[in-house]
């Protein structure tokens, strides 16, 4: 964690504000942001705070296929979505959908995900060797050959998650991806992303109201609110921030178990505690009554 | 109703040697055997071809669909055979014309069951026609059942509400539609645009020629499949020698 | 103050294949003032279950009965007098020009007089906060309005049972919370069932007395829900997963015996202190 300072910033974003087309208000305003290398950032915030504006800003989508007033400085990997189209920035940024439905197109899970590098009309072998390469990463081997359809809804985000992984971006950035799960698939999601982290080396950026699933692996939460950035730091002084100033968004229990009993706590030891200990905690608070 | 439509079509993912054929050869037999059905009117080559085109549905594991799919469309059928009579005033005219709608439709339902959408897009590509119109084809073929369920989606949403779509005039049941195709109007758009998000997202657009991870290739049981359909014209064009239409 | 019960309920949606049922030899009743907490993996045919009731299916096998009538010889319409449902993302129904015409439809659907619409169409604006926007367009309301409206134009039907299909899914924490404000809202009238599918226990237990689990068709358990919480096998075979509140809450009830209800009111202060 001590490198963090030296790693390199991969993301700047300075008094960046945005306007759909015809809206009257901005739904982005000046927003400054980074991302390092590395990083495992969680952006949450109520719906219509601009999150997914903001990945469409940082995946190109806006503004070539989404018009409207785009102004500050943007540097996504050198790359400005005002310059560059949609497609050189997939090869470094990717982004998944909320709902895998409508994110795939082919009939067998290796057809989809051969889909974007035949788009980049690369070679044969090359293709053959990234759809091997990307089932192999998310586990999926048994399932080529079925349709993604037919697939639980776990599954279908993993097959979209390999699908855009074979455009071999840097960057992974994922819009609330664990709406549609059951609890038990939302948990193997969480670890499945972090050790996809770990073991490709991604920085990741996920929009999510479920903190309390990732909360462990994160680097840095980000709050946002009408267009604007609440508060961006890491996760338990975001978490602080949030309870005292009462933001309404998802806070995990444990803090606000910690929290009521006025015990100052480690962010990184949070998780160390047992639910028994919770439990211990939490009958105080309910004698304390 | 319109569902059965979309069942009589709906590809079905088999392990067959039928499944397995190169699309752009069972497009050609399809399209070719359609295309003999337009034109003959002999009751023979008609029972002919059909009995072929039942061979080719029994070898691709495809009878149980088929039926349901005539089932389906029983009222056609019918509807051919009654106008048929009335014109003609001929049963014998009535049975071939609508013989040869099942033989159509016959030779059109085994390709769809046995092509896989996105196949025959790559048969399609392959063969010239720009990625563009394959793509939107393909992308039609495959989110047709998606927009079949959104309908009964909404339309139980709305028969929860107390809709009721066979009640009174005519004007009146149309405009009991409304409810239905509305909301499907507006995810049908919303829709659009994500898919064309996501499309964008996977590089779509960056070269004017995409590459093809999978080549079509004619293999053995192909060369043998369109021997017998030249086979199969061979003996018509003879039956049609000696026995010329009067 | 309806009753339903399910008699030995299989369901398959090609007649012709016997062997893929998307439900199989499900028995459960709900009995008036029940708040049926419906749970199971993705999957697992709670949807279907849901969709059986309202009779939107029909039964392959067995029988479901809403006070002795069977619905199976029911229509929707008829069946809608006493149940009505409200489905996944229930925004997506909107058609009407106004919210007025959008909360009218169901009752107009039932005949009723002008004058009566009118009134009741008032009266339950009013209580979703709706009703300075009556002539407003459903589809320029912001994403909450939405939601108070796709609720409201179904409890304007006034249901004696009430179904949901996952309420919660991609919903943020203020949403969810008037989710549940909604929900109670309905059952503070004595004798109102509710049945609601979800995989978000922690938002299940604030609402629900009862609970049922299904599993690949089959109803693998049921009960209250506080001997739910101190069910291990089910969370063990890896059916359901315990979240942090919930493993939390069955580990207070069952080891310490604090009351269910005060546990829920507790967390509730907890999390709503943020409010």
């Not at chain 1, 785009?70 to 959908?97: C, H, T």
């Not at chain 3, 499900?26 to 709670?46: A, E, H, Q, T």
């Not at chain 3, 849901?50 to 229509?75: E, F, H, N, V, Y």
Request: charged residues 25%; contains cysteine.
């Amino acid at each position: 964690m001590s490198t963090e300072e030296s790693r390199k910033t991969i993301i700047r974003i300075r008094n960046l504000s945005f306007k759909y087309k015809n809206a009257e208000k901005n739904v982005l305003d000046t927003i400054n942001f980074d991302v390092k290398e590395g990083e495992f950032v969680l952006i949450t915030g109520p719906s219509g705070s601009g999150k997914s504006t903001l990945a469409r800003i940082l995946t190109g989508l806006i503004p070539n296929s989404y018009p409207g007033d785009l102004s500050g400085e943007i540097s996504i990997m050198s790359f400005d979505p005002r310059r560059n189209k949609i497609y050189e920035i997939a090869q470094n940024v990717g982004l998944v959908l909320q709902n895998p439905e409508n994110q795939l197109f082919a009939l067998t899970v290796e057809d989809d995900i051969a889909f974007g590098p035949e788009n980049l009309g690369l070679e044969r072998k090359e293709i053959k060797e990234r759809v091997e390469w990307s089932l192999s990463v998310v586990d999926l081997q048994k399932e080529r050959h079925k349709a993604p359809f037919e697939l639980s809804g776990g599954l279908q985000q993993k097959v979209a998650i390999a699908a855009v992984l074979a455009m071999k971006p840097k960057i992974l950035i994922l819009d609330e991806p664990t709406s549609y799960l059951d609890t038990l698939s939302a948990i193997k999601f969480a670890y499945f992303l972090n050790e996809l982290k770990r073991e490709l080396n991604l920085t990741i950026i996920l929009i999510e109201q479920k903190i309390d699933l990732f909360f462990k692996f994160l680097s840095r939460i980000v709050v946002m609110n009408e267009g604007k950035i609440l508060i961006d730091d890491e996760p338990d002084v975001v978490m602080n921030f949030c309870i005292r100033n009462k933001i309404p968004i998802n806070i995990p229990l444990q803090l606000l178990i910690i929290r009521t009993l006025g015990e100052t706590y480690d962010g990184k030891k949070l998780y160390d505690y047992q639910v028994d200990d919770y439990k211990m905690l939490f009958e105080k608070i309910i004698n304390d009554r | 109703m319109a569902m059965n439509f979309v069942k009589a079509y709906q590809f079905s993912r088999k392990e067959t040697t039928i499944h397995a054929l190169d699309p752009r050869v069972k497009l050609f037999v399809s399209v070719g055997v359609a295309i003999i059905g337009i034109i003959t009117l002999d009751p023979i080559e008609i029972a002919f071809l059909t009995v072929i085109q039942i061979i080719i549905l029994a070898l691709s594991k495809s009878m149980k669909l088929w039926l349901r799919s005539l089932k389906a469309l029983t009222f056609f059928i019918l509807l051919i055979a009654v106008s048929q009579y009335l014109t003609t005033q001929s049963l014998i005219q009535a049975i071939i014309f609508s013989a040869r709608f099942i033989l159509i439709t016959s030779a059109t339902s085994w390709f769809f069951y046995t092509t896989s959408p996105e196949d025959l897009g790559r048969a399609l590509e392959q063969m010239g026609v720009p990625s563009d119109f394959s793509l939107a084809f393909t992308l039609s073929m495959r989110f047709i059942p998606v927009i079949a369920n959104e309908f009964q989606d909404v339309y139980d949403a709305q028969r929860v509400r107390g809709l009721n779509l066979e009640k009174g005039n005519l004007l009146e049941r149309t405009k009991a539609f409304l409810p239905i195709l509305i909301p499907l109007f507006v995810e049908v758009i919303r829709r659009t645009y994500e898919i064309s998000d996501a499309l964008e997202l996977r590089g779509y657009g960056f070269k004017e020629k995409r590459s093809h991870w999978k080549e079509l290739k004619l293999t053995t049981n192909d060369y043998i499949f369109l021997a017998f359909f030249l086979l199969t014209i061979a003996i018509i064009v003879l039956h049609r020698l000696y026995y010329p239409l009067v | 103050m309806a009753k339903i019960s399910i008699e030995d309920v299989s369901f398959s949606y090609e007649q012709d294949k016997k062997n893929n049922f998307v439900l199989k030899d499900v028995s459960y009743s709900i009995l008036p003032g029940d708040s049926v907490l419906l749970l199971g993996p993705n999957g697992s045919g709670k949807t279907t279950l849901l969709k059986l009731i309202m009779g939107l299916l029909k039964p392959t096998k067995g029988k479901i009965r809403i006070d002795d009538a069977d619905t199976s010889k029911a229509s929707v319409f008829e069946i809608s007098k006493k149940v009505s449902m409200i489905f996944q993302n229930p925004e997506k129904q909107f058609f009407a020009e106004t919210v007025r015409e959008e909360l009218s439809f169901g009752l107009k659907n039932r005949g009723l007089r002008e004058e009566e619409i009118k009134k009741k169409v008032e009266e339950v604006a009013k209580k979703f906060g709706l009703f300075e926007y009556l002539d407003k367009s459903p589809f320029d309301l912001s994403g909450g309005e939405k939601r108070r409206l796709s609720i409201a134009s179904i409890i304007i039907l006034d249901p004696e049972v009430l179904i949901v299909d996952e309420p919660t899914a991609g919903l943020d924490f203020q949403y969810r919370n008037l989710m549940i404000s909604i929900i109670r809202g309905f059952l503070e009238t004595r004798n109102k069932s509710l049945v609601v599918a979800t995989h978000d226990i922690d938002f299940g237990l604030r609402i629900a007395n009862k609970a049922a689990v299904i599993n690949e068709g089959k109803l693998v358990w049921s009960g209250d829900v506080v001997s739910l919480l101190r069910e291990e096998e089910i969370f063990s075979k890896g059916i359901l997963a315990h979240t942090f509140t919930s493993s939390l809450i069955s580990r207070v009830i069952s080891q310490s015996n604090v009351d269910f209800q005060k546990v829920v009111k507790i967390l509730e202060e907890l999390t709503e202190g943020l409010m």
